[in-house]
């Protein structure tokens, strides 16, 4: 939990949280508040199936970023999700609840680095997990055309990883301009 | 130069034998043609290619330097302004575009980024194009001021007035 996420207290729970505890339960881990709209880390096993209920049943059927985060720098975030070292991010919105946003966060450890693909629910999401796993190394089972996005094809290393270094490891020096397809 | 002579106008004078012709070099008409019709090829990857823009558009008006005619093709352009960061994955598409572009041709290097890298120093940017291209004339700033472009343009017209070969001329 971060700084704009503030704790729920009773009295004034959205509804969609309502929703989702009665489905999920024990799945997920944790709830927040933040900016007209809550927070909710989930186990990886049930995030599809969460993130599908969401879509189809609670109308948060507008995929606004998948994303992902490296916490290995973050004992106390580290420590909560039994050290999941990767945090893979799901912004939702809906037009028509109050609550309109809605952020999934469902914690990847290093030894397991994959999730599975959401580009079936939405087609949109193709692009943001070539770019997640681009930048963090993180593989979507099911995607259908898992390459990268931003850097060369024959790039190694991800380079939004916390241990890759800034001036990166001699990529820079050794990229072979020939060999490019322009 | 002796074009603009007033009495080169005078053709039709009775005495016929004075002011109605005047000799130069052809290398200078050539030259003189080609640093009064610069056409630019622009390559705007990033913020500095705003202040480009605002140097070409109206309040600061390339055109008076002749250089209105922007070409999006560089097979037609003499003049390659890079204006911004330049990645890896972009510098193939850069040189080939830089080979595209008919001799002579000239290259500006606009901004920070694009002469050295700037505040960039990361895995995978480019740390100064002219590792890969020759580039005739630096410009300095993050960003640049549009003013600074237009030095920057006459810089290259006067190394052109003086018939200097641009640094990417292959001398045979
Ligand atoms: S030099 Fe400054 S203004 Fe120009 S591209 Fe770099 S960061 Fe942007």
Known sequence: ?182 | MGLANPNIESGHRADQSEGNFVTTTIDKVVNWGRKNSLWPMPFGTACCAIEMMATLASKFDLSRFGSEAIRFSPRQSDLLIVSGRISIKMMPVLKRIYDQMPEPKWVISMGACASCGGVFDTYTLIQGVDQFLPVDVYIPGCPPRPEDLIDAVMQVQRQIHKGELPKGAEVA
């Open chain 1, 1 to 182: 939990m971060n700084e704009e996420e503030k704790e729920i207290t009773e009295e004034t729970i959205p509804r969609v949280l309502e929703q989702l505890r009665e489905k999920f339960g024990d799945a997920l881990l944790e709830e927040a508040e933040s900016q007209n709209g809550v927070v909710v880390v989930v186990n990886k096993e049930k995030s599809y199936l969460l993130l599908e209920y969401l879509k189809t049943e609670l109308a948060y059927s507008f995929l606004v970023d998948v994303t992902a985060v490296d916490n290995s720098n973050l004992e106390s975030e580290l420590m909560k999700y039994d050290y999941a070292r990767f945090m893979v991010i799901y912004q939702l919105y809906t037009f028509e609840e109050e609550t309109s946003r809605i952020r999934v966060k469902v914690p990847v450890h290093e030894k397991e680095l994959k999730i599975q693909s959401v580009t079936d629910l939405w087609k949109g999401a193709n692009w943001l997990e070539r770019e997640t796993y681009d930048m963090f190394g993180i593989d979507f089972e099911g995607h259908p055309d898992l390459r990268r996005i931003l850097m060369p094809d024959d790039f190694e290393g991800h380079p939004l990883q916390k241990d890759y270094p800034l001036r990166g490891r001699g990529e820079r020096e050794s990229f072979n301009f020939e060999k490019q397809n322009v």
